[in-house]
């Protein structure tokens, strides 16, 4: 891979992982200050769901940062962009449309293939 490209990934990953930190830093500091006591329980009820929903949605980027982490670790490393199933490298195409990926396309498929095989 160019070095050109690698450093377009470089920051691309960067800023998402800044983005992604923000919001985090934000949903917690959200997290803390009180509440109002709502009387009515359908009000409760409907706050407790909007919670638990961002909070899944943060456990989500919480699995997505770490991703991340380990893309910029393996661009320092020099393995970006080198599937880790096969050893050939991952096409400039699929690192655009998932730039955190680890196996290029044709291992990738062949692990779902598997994994619907065994069902899980």
Same mark, same amino acid.
């Given at each position: /891979?160019?070095k050109? =490209?690698v +450093?377009y990934?470089?920051?691309?990953l960067?800023n998402h992982?800044?983005?992604? %930190? +923000? *919001?985090?830093?934000?949903?917690?500091?959200? /997290?803390t200050t009180p509440k109002e006591?709502f009387? =009515?329980p359908t =009000?409760?009820a409907?706050l &407790?769901? =909007? #919670?638990?929903?961002m909070l #899944?949605?943060?456990?989500r &980027?919480?699995?997505? !940062?770490n991703? !991340? @982490? @380990?893309? %910029?670790? #393996? !661009? +320092?490393n020099g393995t970006?962009g080198?599937?880790e199933?096969?050893g050939e490298n991952i096409t400039?195409? #699929?690192? @655009?449309?998932?730039?955190?990926?680890? *196996?290029? !396309? &044709?291992?990738?498929?062949?692990e &779902?293939a *598997? +994994?619907k095989?065994?069902?899980?």
């Amino acid at each position: /891979m160019r070095k050109k =490209d690698v +450093e377009y990934f470089k920051k691309l990953l960067t800023n998402h992982l800044n983005g992604l %930190l +923000e *919001q985090a830093d934000d949903t917690v500091s959200g /997290m803390t200050t009180p509440k109002e006591n709502f009387p =009515d329980p359908t =009000d409760r009820a409907s706050l &407790e769901a =909007d #919670r638990n929903f961002m909070l #899944r949605i943060r456990d989500r &980027e919480s699995k997505l !940062i770490n991703k !991340i @982490k @380990k893309t %910029l670790d #393996r !661009i +320092e490393n020099g393995t970006f962009g080198i599937c880790e199933s096969c050893g050939e490298n991952i096409t400039t195409k #699929r690192l @655009k449309a998932r730039p955190v990926t680890e *196996q290029c !396309i &044709e291992c990738k498929t062949k692990e &779902e293939a *598997q +994994e619907k095989a065994l069902g899980i």
